[in-house]
């Protein structure tokens, strides 16, 4: 069975950082790419940045792209987001997911991943 964990997020002022972090059981965790997703209060849910097998590999959504990193640890089987230059506009419950990675492709929609974290509460405030 297949699990994904999430720690991490509360309640920040606008330029602060925050993490969170996601572990991962029931899978062979090297051979999955990673993802972390948000959705604001209202709207969809929306990628902001995947890590493919190889950690070289990644995307960040123009949104986050040079105030949020990925990174993956395989040996805890781990995924990381850290998140610094927070704004208001980054408030949003934020779910980490898993699909496996077949081709060097990124998997970059929701209903490519079939694993989902439980989802985490991320409040910036003005």
């Known amino acids: 069975q297949v699990q994904l964990v999430q720690s991490g997020g509360g309640l920040v002022q606008a330029g602060g950082s925050l993490s969170l972090s996601c572990a991962a059981s029931g899978l062979t965790f090297s051979t999955y790419a990673l993802a972390w997703f948000r959705q604001p209060p209202g709207k969809e849910r929306e990628i902001i940045v995947v890590i493919g097998r190889n950690s070289g590999h990644s995307y960040e959504a123009d949104s986050v792209k040079g105030r949020f990193t990925i990174s993956r640890d395989n040996a805890k089987s781990t995924v990381y987001l850290q998140m610094s230059s927070l704004k208001p506009e980054d408030t949003a419950v934020y779910y980490c997911?898993?699909?496996?990675?077949?081709?060097?492709?990124?998997?970059?929609?929701?209903?490519?991943?079939?694993?989902w974290g439980q989802g985490t509460q991320v409040t910036v405030s003005s």
């Open positions: 997911a898993a699909a496996y990675q077949e081709l060097w492709e990124l998997p970059k929609l929701s209903r490519d991943y079939p694993y």
